[in-house]
Structures are given as structure tokens and as C-alpha cells.
Nanobody, 114 residues
């Protein structure tokens, strides 16, 4: 069965960095596109970044130049490196994959505050 487990969230000051990880299991990880999605209270869900099975990446305008998505197929893990964090980045960050139907991780809280 498909399972996604995020980790790495926490509290950082503006300008700081965090690296989120998503450990995947239950499917052939290397064959699927992986997504990071975030949701802040009272706001719509926002697609932050995705990475294709071939390694191509795409980012929301709000995070371009600051965030980097990557994957390690040997470890069945997708990462989100977040630099130059802003208070507006505060949200729960979810890992997502579509294997016939969408699967979501439990999310990890990122709080950017001084």
C-alpha cells in the first residue's frame, strides 16, 4: 500500500533554511512524479513544487529561486530544500503522489517567525 511520511518541519527565523523529507513506500517510486503542496490556515492549498520521474522540476512563482525539490530514487525519498524562508512560507507541507488515485502524507508543520 502507498505510504508517504514527511519530516523535517519546525520553527525557523526569517531568512533561515529547512530541508523537508518525504519517505515513500508501496509503489515503484522512480516511476512517479512527486509533489510538495502546502496549506496555511484560511488559505487555499498551493502546489509548491514537483519533480518528474525524469528529474525535471517545476516551482510556484512564490518560491522560485528559494526552494529546490530533489529526489533520491535509491532511498525512495523526495526532498524540499527551503532557503531564505519568509513568514509567508508558514504552512503545513504535504508530500503527494498519484498512483491511480492521489495519496498524501500526514504533513509537516513549517513555521517561519522571529
Amino acid at each position: 500500500q502507498v505510504q508517504l511520511v514527511e519530516s523535517g518541519g519546525g520553527l525557523v527565523q526569517p531568512g533561515g533554511s529547512l530541508r523537508l523529507s518525504c519517505a515513500a513506500s508501496g509503489f515503484t517510486f522512480s516511476s512517479y512524479w512527486m509533489y510538495w503542496v502546502r496549506q496555511a490556515p484560511g488559505k487555499q492549498r498551493e502546489l509548491v513544487a514537483y519533480i518528474t520521474s525524469g528529474g525535471s522540476t517545476s516551482y510556484a512563482d512564490s518560491v522560485k529561486g528559494r526552494f529546490t525539490i530533489s529526489r533520491d530514487n535509491a532511498k525512495n525519498t523526495v526532498y524540499l530544500q527551503m532557503n531564505s524562508l519568509k513568514p509567508e512560507d508558514t504552512a503545513v507541507y504535504y508530500c503527494k503522489v498519484v498512483v491511480t488515485t492521489p495519496y498524501w502524507g500526514q504533513g509537516t508543520q513549517v513555521t517561519v517567525s522571529s
